[in-house]
């Protein structure tokens, strides 16, 4: 459809129901209150449920009623919400239900501010909950990108039964940019196994609870099957400008974007700068990353985080490309100026020959 | 005693919504795992035989919950979701919402409803959800191995009150059903117990009242069952009987709470869902159409190929500044560029400054923080202050007052006053200042092309009588520019004239 400018808050909620999405279960927090107002708004006219739960305890439960009734169903909130949510979403990855969930990141720890920050990365990507389980999670860096992820993500939640977490930093969340909406996708009948109230689905059990040992054991395992098989077949990044780069960015969600803006800068002054942006944190582009240390010779990893996203570079590279970091928090966002001179000073270090280094 | 036969009868026999052979249980397939004497073994059956009585097996959920009653999915062959500690209301509400016809049931333990998940019982209640609840009190914590529930009885020992419970440390026995008598939405909240066989018949009815209900599309029912643990009561099973009766019974007294069973308007949830097509349209994204009903006006798209417009909007919370922004980058779009719009948001939009950044630009656009921008439009001076350093050295400036600070000027950058909020005024309300800077934007630096804006105005614009004052500071603002290129105004300290 045409493009129109519309906010992200706004547009993650018209993609879910364009995917299919027929319940929304919701608690407000700031910088994703919108997306709970637009869903009371708009579920009940497309025929589907809204709730404004009493809390994210429960709405996340309300989310795994949901899954489990057959219903594709999402939630969103934002870092304090997304930590009341964590005994909800082991329940979720143990009990094999698809759902989406959207978290709008906010600056932490604690009650921290509303500014857009990237802390949650380590909750999130490597489970904040109990047990061995994963979340398969999905960072858009523009409007139109989470209207994409939204939508695969409700796909990818029903192929690998599996919750999937649309990890966004507030900027993403707030800002306006053009999109084009697909068509709507037909509503899917509920999967086989659910739970909704039939003859033909008497039988079916949602369970998490497995106390035989090797029951229990055998049942992890098939869940760490079905993730082997994700990060074979769904990393996801954007690389740009790769090939020759000297000094290879890494940054997800907004900061991808002004990594882009600093290659563009430090290639107008003689810099080989390239971008990889990670659109899968988890399955990790681990061998994407892992590739450009046979071209590249130093990377710096930009994230509005205090050395989260670093520790999964540093483990794709395993020792082998020096790797500097950079981080805004608190509700900042780095600025092209800032990430050139990081940039530079990792060029130095890496004594990577440029325009820059030899001539200045 | 021949009036004790058909409570026998339940306990004793096995109703066709049992399972025959309990497969999903590891070992003893023919035994549950209760203890014998357990009050959980006799609710099971008892709600087996409501479920059968009432003909709704099909359609049955069972949510079972942590506790001893958590393998409550191993006996009854109905639909089943095994849940989170407490959670089972908020994860019922959201299977009967969906599926309006299932007969949903969140069976619950004391610890499991009225401690851990207190809220969730309490808004499941008071949303009046159509749901059934059964609940277990047996006054102790079972499964974890008898340490205080919140309705242990006052004095009693358990692990967690070794000395026994003393109201003056742990509080009184929580009383659930007179908790949600204080609520509006319930229809029907009875206690029952299991103290003999007469209170047992009783708890079947009250299960089956709880059921009916739901099947009537009647509110919220809870059954609060006083039941026997004579593993951690430390009690054979006939004196853990007498115990329920004679004890228990004296800190909860059974009886009705509310029963609207009667009264209550039975409720539909069942929805009409609209065909797939109209979702666009419901979703509104199709072409924009504003006050006066017209539809797009479509700007033949020619950008120009060096178009990169960086624009920080800075003001007051009230000044229009958001709206401002969204108006340049609406324009900017229908004129055939790639646009952003970030804005500065929370709290400081309630009181003192805010802020976005508009990039408008004929490549697609990289970062939407504008850092350097080379577009500012000032409308107080804290603003002028605070983003003018950072401009791009040949930037514009538009600054809302009729003179540029002595100490602002004189920079890389050229800074026009605009006194929008004053023109505003005048055309007669202040809350066009924005619109006033906007055709003053547009004027002065010819960004985008005439017509850009109708989409916009449309789009944005829902009122008649905004439309025509929007148009006019759009004007005036246009004008402005004219006046202050033909007299530059000196530089001087006075203040904003917004400022008051
Ligand atoms: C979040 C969480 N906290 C604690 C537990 C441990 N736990 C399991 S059952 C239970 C208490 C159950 O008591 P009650 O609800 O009264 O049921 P009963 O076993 O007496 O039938 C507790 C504390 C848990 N499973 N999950
Ligand atoms: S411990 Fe108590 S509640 Fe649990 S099964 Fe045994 S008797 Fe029943």
């Given at each position: 459809m045409e493009p129109q400018l519309i906010k992200g808050n706004e547009a993650v909620v018209k993609a879910a129901l364009l995917a299919g999405c027929r319940a929304y279960y919701g608690y407000p927090i700031t910088p994703a209150s919108e997306i709970v107002e637009m869903a009371a708004l708009y579920l009940p006219e497309v025929g589907g449920v809204f709730v404004q739960a009493e809390s994210e305890v429960a709405a996340i439960n309300m989310l795994y009623g949901g899954a489990s009734a057959g219903v594709r169903a999402m939630t969103a909130s934002s870092g304090p919400g997304i930590s009341l949510m964590q005994e909800g979403f082991s329940y979720l990855a143990g009990a094999e239900l698809p759902c989406v969930i959207v978290d709008m990141m906010r600056g932490g720890?604690?009650?921290?501010?509303i500014g857009p920050e990237q802390g949650d990365y380590f909750q999130i990507v490597k489970g904040g909950g109990h047990g061995c389980y994963r979340n398969l999670v999905l960072a858009p860096a523009s409007v139109q990108e989470l209207v994409d992820l939204t939508m695969l993500a409700f796909e990818l939640a029903d192929r690998y039964r599996n919750p999937v977490v649309v990890l966004a930093d507030a900027s993403v969340g707030q800002m306006m940019e053009p999109v084009s909406f697909p068509e709507p996708r037909p509503v899917p009948a509920a999967p086989a196994w659910a739970v909704t109230g039939t003859a033909a689905t008497r039988h079916n059990l949602v369970n998490s609870i497995h106390l035989e040992p090797d029951v229990l054991e055998g049942h992890i395992r098939a869940l760490e099957a079905k993730y082997r098989e994700a990060e074979r077949s769904e990393p996801r990044w954007e690389a740009w400008r790769v090939d020759d780069a000297d000094i290879v960015l890494v940054g997800y969600g907004i900061v991808g974007r002004v990594l882009r803006a600093v290659v563009e800068t430090a290639r107008r002054r003689g810099i080989r700068a390239g971008l990889l942006r990670p659109i899968t944190l988890y399955p990790f582009p681990t061998r994407a990353i892992r590739a450009l240390a046979d071209t590249a010779r130093a990377f710096a990893v930009v994230e509005m985080s205090t050395g989260q996203l670093v520790e999964d570079v540093r483990l794709a590279l395993e020792g082998s490309r020096p790797v500097e970091t950079y981080g805004r928090v608190g509700g900042n966002i780095p600025t092209v100026e800032e990430v050139f001179q990081l940039v530079e000073r990792t060029l130095v270090g890496a004594r990577v020959p440029s325009e820059v280094s030899t001539n200045g | 005693m021949a009036s004790d036969a058909p409570a026998m009868a339940v306990i004793h026999g096995r109703s066709?919504?049992?399972?025959?052979?309990?497969?999903?249980?590891?070992?003893?397939?023919?035994?549950?795992?209760?203890?014998?004497?357990?009050g959980h073994g006799i609710v099971t059956k008892l709600l087996a035989e409501a479920i059968d009585t009432l003909g709704i097996q099909d359609r049955t959920i069972l949510v079972s919950p942590v506790g001893?009653?958590?393998?409550?999915y191993e006996y009854l062959d109905v639909g089943n979701i095994q849940v989170a500690h407490g959670r089972g209301p908020a994860v019922a509400t959201a299977v009967k919402r969906s599926r309006p016809d299932s007969i949903v049931v969140s069976y619950q333990g004391d610890g499991d409803l009225?401690?851990?998940g207190t809220a969730e019982i309490v808004h499941a209640a008071n949303r009046g959800e159509i749901v059934s609840v059964i609940f277990v009190n047996n006054a102790i914590y079972g499964m974890t191995g008898g340490q205080m529930a919140p309705t242990t009885l006052l004095r009693e020992k358990t692990t967690t009150t070794p000395l026994g419970r003393d109201p003056a440390v742990h509080g009184y026995p929580l009383k659930v059903c007179e908790l949600l008598a204080t609520l509006d939405a319930p229809v029907f909240l009875e206690r029952v117990a299991l103290g003999s066989n007469k209170q047992i018949m009783a708890t079947g009815r009250a299960l089956r009242r709880a059921l009916e209900n739901q099947v009537h599309g009647l509110g919220f029912s809870l059954v609060e069952v006083l039941s026997p643990c004579p593993t951690i009561w430390g009690l054979d099973p006939a004196e853990a009987q007498t115990f329920v009766r004679e004890t228990m019974t004296r800190t909860f007294p059974l009886g009705n709470f509310r029963d609207r069973s009667a009264s209550a308007v039975p409720r539909r949830l069942a929805v009409t869902v609209p065909d797939l097509g109209e979702l666009p349209r419901i979703l509104g994204l199709g072409p924009a159409s504003g006050a006066d009903g017209a539809s797009d006006t479509v700007?033949?798209?020619?950008?120009?190929?060096?178009a990169d417009h960086r624009i920080v909007v800075a003001g007051f919370g009230g000044q229009g500044v958001l709206l401002l922004g969204e108006f340049l980058a609406e324009a900017g779009l229908s004129a055939g560029y790639h646009v952003s719009w970030l804005p500065s948001y929370g709290p400081q939009m309630r009181s003192g400054t805010s802020n976005c950044h508009v990039r408008i630009s004929a490549v697609p656009i990289d970062s939407p923080v504008v850092s350097r921008p080379n577009v500012l439009i000032a409308l107080n001076e804290p603003s002028l202050r605070k983003f003018l350093l950072s401009m791009e050295p040949g930037g514009l400036v538009l600054y809302n007052a009729d003179r540029v600070p002595v100490d602002c000027a004189g920079n890389d950058v050229r800074i026009t006053p605009i006194a929008s909020t004053a023109i505003a005024d005048r055309l007669g309300s202040a809350k066009v200042g924005n619109m006033v800077m906007l055709g003053a934007l547009l004027e002065a630096t010819g960004m985008l092309p005439d017509g850009a804006l109708d989409r916009a105005l449309h789009r944005l614009v829902t009122q008649e009588s905004w439309y025509e004052l929007d148009r006019a500071a759009l004007q005036a603002g246009r004008a402005a520019v004219h006046r202050m290129t033909a007299a530059p105004a000196e530089p001087s300290l006075a203040r904003d004239p917004a400022m008051g």
């Amino acid at each position: 459809m045409e493009p129109q400018l519309i906010k992200g808050n706004e547009a993650v909620v018209k993609a879910a129901l364009l995917a299919g999405c027929r319940a929304y279960y919701g608690y407000p927090i700031t910088p994703a209150s919108e997306i709970v107002e637009m869903a009371a708004l708009y579920l009940p006219e497309v025929g589907g449920v809204f709730v404004q739960a009493e809390s994210e305890v429960a709405a996340i439960n309300m989310l795994y009623g949901g899954a489990s009734a057959g219903v594709r169903a999402m939630t969103a909130s934002s870092g304090p919400g997304i930590s009341l949510m964590q005994e909800g979403f082991s329940y979720l990855a143990g009990a094999e239900l698809p759902c989406v969930i959207v978290d709008m990141m906010r600056g932490g720890p604690g009650l921290g501010s509303i500014g857009p920050e990237q802390g949650d990365y380590f909750q999130i990507v490597k489970g904040g909950g109990h047990g061995c389980y994963r979340n398969l999670v999905l960072a858009p860096a523009s409007v139109q990108e989470l209207v994409d992820l939204t939508m695969l993500a409700f796909e990818l939640a029903d192929r690998y039964r599996n919750p999937v977490v649309v990890l966004a930093d507030a900027s993403v969340g707030q800002m306006m940019e053009p999109v084009s909406f697909p068509e709507p996708r037909p509503v899917p009948a509920a999967p086989a196994w659910a739970v909704t109230g039939t003859a033909a689905t008497r039988h079916n059990l949602v369970n998490s609870i497995h106390l035989e040992p090797d029951v229990l054991e055998g049942h992890i395992r098939a869940l760490e099957a079905k993730y082997r098989e994700a990060e074979r077949s769904e990393p996801r990044w954007e690389a740009w400008r790769v090939d020759d780069a000297d000094i290879v960015l890494v940054g997800y969600g907004i900061v991808g974007r002004v990594l882009r803006a600093v290659v563009e800068t430090a290639r107008r002054r003689g810099i080989r700068a390239g971008l990889l942006r990670p659109i899968t944190l988890y399955p990790f582009p681990t061998r994407a990353i892992r590739a450009l240390a046979d071209t590249a010779r130093a990377f710096a990893v930009v994230e509005m985080s205090t050395g989260q996203l670093v520790e999964d570079v540093r483990l794709a590279l395993e020792g082998s490309r020096p790797v500097e970091t950079y981080g805004r928090v608190g509700g900042n966002i780095p600025t092209v100026e800032e990430v050139f001179q990081l940039v530079e000073r990792t060029l130095v270090g890496a004594r990577v020959p440029s325009e820059v280094s030899t001539n200045g | 005693m021949a009036s004790d036969a058909p409570a026998m009868a339940v306990i004793h026999g096995r109703s066709p919504i049992f399972y025959r052979r309990f497969d999903r249980k590891d070992d003893d397939q023919h035994q549950t795992h209760y203890c014998p004497g357990c009050g959980h073994g006799i609710v099971t059956k008892l709600l087996a035989e409501a479920i059968d009585t009432l003909g709704i097996q099909d359609r049955t959920i069972l949510v079972s919950p942590v506790g001893c009653s958590v393998f409550g999915y191993e006996y009854l062959d109905v639909g089943n979701i095994q849940v989170a500690h407490g959670r089972g209301p908020a994860v019922a509400t959201a299977v009967k919402r969906s599926r309006p016809d299932s007969i949903v049931v969140s069976y619950q333990g004391d610890g499991d409803l009225a401690a851990i998940g207190t809220a969730e019982i309490v808004h499941a209640a008071n949303r009046g959800e159509i749901v059934s609840v059964i609940f277990v009190n047996n006054a102790i914590y079972g499964m974890t191995g008898g340490q205080m529930a919140p309705t242990t009885l006052l004095r009693e020992k358990t692990t967690t009150t070794p000395l026994g419970r003393d109201p003056a440390v742990h509080g009184y026995p929580l009383k659930v059903c007179e908790l949600l008598a204080t609520l509006d939405a319930p229809v029907f909240l009875e206690r029952v117990a299991l103290g003999s066989n007469k209170q047992i018949m009783a708890t079947g009815r009250a299960l089956r009242r709880a059921l009916e209900n739901q099947v009537h599309g009647l509110g919220f029912s809870l059954v609060e069952v006083l039941s026997p643990c004579p593993t951690i009561w430390g009690l054979d099973p006939a004196e853990a009987q007498t115990f329920v009766r004679e004890t228990m019974t004296r800190t909860f007294p059974l009886g009705n709470f509310r029963d609207r069973s009667a009264s209550a308007v039975p409720r539909r949830l069942a929805v009409t869902v609209p065909d797939l097509g109209e979702l666009p349209r419901i979703l509104g994204l199709g072409p924009a159409s504003g006050a006066d009903g017209a539809s797009d006006t479509v700007v033949p798209a020619s950008p120009v190929p060096t178009a990169d417009h960086r624009i920080v909007v800075a003001g007051f919370g009230g000044q229009g500044v958001l709206l401002l922004g969204e108006f340049l980058a609406e324009a900017g779009l229908s004129a055939g560029y790639h646009v952003s719009w970030l804005p500065s948001y929370g709290p400081q939009m309630r009181s003192g400054t805010s802020n976005c950044h508009v990039r408008i630009s004929a490549v697609p656009i990289d970062s939407p923080v504008v850092s350097r921008p080379n577009v500012l439009i000032a409308l107080n001076e804290p603003s002028l202050r605070k983003f003018l350093l950072s401009m791009e050295p040949g930037g514009l400036v538009l600054y809302n007052a009729d003179r540029v600070p002595v100490d602002c000027a004189g920079n890389d950058v050229r800074i026009t006053p605009i006194a929008s909020t004053a023109i505003a005024d005048r055309l007669g309300s202040a809350k066009v200042g924005n619109m006033v800077m906007l055709g003053a934007l547009l004027e002065a630096t010819g960004m985008l092309p005439d017509g850009a804006l109708d989409r916009a105005l449309h789009r944005l614009v829902t009122q008649e009588s905004w439309y025509e004052l929007d148009r006019a500071a759009l004007q005036a603002g246009r004008a402005a520019v004219h006046r202050m290129t033909a007299a530059p105004a000196e530089p001087s300290l006075a203040r904003d004239p917004a400022m008051g």
